[in-house]
């Protein structure tokens, strides 16, 4: 029999009418400090959108009691077995809403939104003709793992999709649209609008990819790379049956699956890059932010003026 790990990582959301987002959210944040929980937790009057770690003593307390709660009737869920915390801190913020996609006229998934597929369903209509996958995340979480034939939106952040839906409509027009995200909080709201938006066939995967992987019939199937987490894990296996990795190195292209923040923190964008290469390029996406006077890289390994000149040279030798 498999040991059990003493943490757990708990992913939930649900969309619920909360009269005093900025009350609330301080209450909760005092709970989950009696707790010694650590996450984040996002509170809007439309509902609670949530990832946090502790022990599966502390975790049992919390999930009870927001069971208890009957703003929260029917709550999912999703766990992960973790050997440690996966986040330093504990926030609970107000925000005017759960996922940001500042549309004028808001959508309700409570009043619309694309139907649910189970993941043995969504698997079965990944294969069908006249179908079209949108990956309804960011870029940098699509670069390191998707869906087989999964369409990727040159978006750099949600709120953008909707403009992208429009600017490509032709893709979509008379097909059949599955949608997926990591929980499946941001498929509710999407698929909802595009369903507004007049198309007549929209589905969306139910749990999300976490779900997904976790389901013993599709076993991951047909995902490629790992799911990208906003904890300090960054990646979590999908499929269980195969592991591709389609994730590049942002230097050399070659297979790459593990994430940092470019150095420069007024760039600070996610790339892949290996260790090795990490060094080599001073961890800077560019020549630009490698020069970076705040060049986080330069600045931990207190690196000499003369190293950082040793280091641009060789990288402009290798060109």
């Not at 940001?100 to 619309?112: A, G, K, Q, S, Y």
């Not at 790379?225 to 389609?246: L, M, S, T, W």
């Not at 560019?286 to 330069?298: D, F, G, K, L």
Request: hydrophobic residues 30%.
């Amino acid at each position: 029999m498999a040991t059990t790990k003493p943490y757990r990582v708990l992913l939930y959301y649900m969309y619920t009418t909360i009269e005093n987002p900025e009350e609330f959210a301080a209450e909760h944040l005092a709970f989950c400090n009696s707790l010694e929980l650590k996450g984040r937790i996002l509170v809007a009057k439309e509902g609670i959108n949530g990832t946090c770690s502790g022990t599966v003593e502390q975790t049992e307390k919390y999930m009870e009691a927001m069971n208890n709660d009957p703003r929260f009737d029917g709550i999912v869920f999703k766990i992960d077995e973790a050997d440690g915390h996966a986040f330093k801190k504990m926030h609970v913020r107000p925000r005017p809403e759960l996922v940001t996609l500042r549309l004028e006229d808001d959508i309700n998934p409570h009043e619309i939104t694309g139907k649910y597929l189970e993941p043995k369903d969504f698997y079965e209509a990944m294969k069908q003709e006249d179908t079209v996958i949108i990956d309804a995340r960011n870029d940098y979480e699509f670069d390191l793992g998707h869906f087989k034939g999964a369409i990727k939106p040159d978006i750099e952040s949600f709120r953008e999709l909707p403009d992208w839906i429009r600017e490509n409509k032709e893709v979509l027009e008379g097909k059949k649209i599955l949608t997926y995200c990591t929980g499946g909080i941001r498929c509710e709201k999407f698929s909802g609008w595009l369903v507004r938006e007049g198309y007549e066939d929209v589905s969306q995967l139910h749990g999300g990819i976490v779900t997904y992987g976790k389901d013993p019939e599709v076993q991951g199937e047909l995902w490629d790379g790992q799911c990208y987490v906003f904890d300090e894990r960054i990646a979590v296996p999908v499929n269980q049956k195969e592991h591709v990795i389609v994730g590049k190195d942002h230097f050399t292209g070659e297979p790459c699956e593990r994430y940092v923040n470019c150095s420069n923190p007024e760039c600070n964008k996610k790339i892949l890059c290996s260790e090795e290469n990490e060094a080599k390029y001073l961890r800077a996406c560019s020549h630009e932010c490698r020069v970076s006077p705040r060049n986080r890289y330069v600045i931990q390994h207190e690196l000499t003026e003369e190293q950082v000149a040793a280091a641009l040279e060789q990288i402009e030798a290798g060109k």
